[in-house]
């Protein structure tokens, strides 16, 4: 089920359960040794169709290791007050993995905040 309902304080277990889904493993990010190149992705700002077409770019044209997403994902994992919807960052989670990207995952924050 994509959307559920849970409290805030579980929040943490969700995410773990999104990850735990993906199956991803825990070798190490790059079988280079040295530096793992890593860039951030925030598919919740481009039409759904294109993340396949990005992921393969940030593989294959830019040769990264890892992907890091999540940090402006809010509005997208709880669309209302107390509902989760985690169907974006799974699709995030398996496109990732069929590329053999490693996933870095920021924690949410509101991107509705007013400074």
């Given at each position: 089920?994509?959307?559920?309902?849970?409290?805030?304080?579980?929040?943490?277990?969700?995410?773990?359960?999104?990850?735990?889904?993906?199956?991803?493993?825990?070798?190490?990010?790059?079988?280079?040794?040295?530096?793992?190149?890593?860039?951030?992705?925030?598919?919740?700002?481009w039409p759904p169709e294109r993340m396949e077409e990005d992921m393969r770019s940030i593989k294959?044209?830019?040769?990264?290791?890892?992907?890091?997403?999540?940090?402006?994902?809010?509005?997208?994992?709880?669309?209302?007050?107390?509902?989760?919807?985690?169907?974006?960052?799974?699709?995030?989670?398996?496109?990732?993995?069929?590329?053999?990207?490693?996933?870095?995952?920021?924690?949410?924050?509101?991107?509705?905040?007013?400074?």
């Open positions: 089920l994509p959307l559920i309902v849970i409290d805030r304080s579980s929040l943490a277990v969700a995410f773990s359960l999104s990850a735990s889904a993906a199956k991803i493993d825990s070798a190490p990010a790059s079988p280079k040794k040295g530096v793992v190149v890593g860039v951030d992705y925030y598919p919740e700002q294959e044209d830019l040769g990264a290791d890892m992907v890091r997403v999540g940090e402006f994902m809010w509005s997208s994992i709880e669309p209302q007050d107390g509902v989760f919807d985690f169907a974006l960052l799974d699709s995030i989670l398996e496109a990732a993995k069929e590329l053999g990207l490693k996933v870095m995952l920021g924690t949410p924050v509101s991107d509705d905040v007013l400074l």
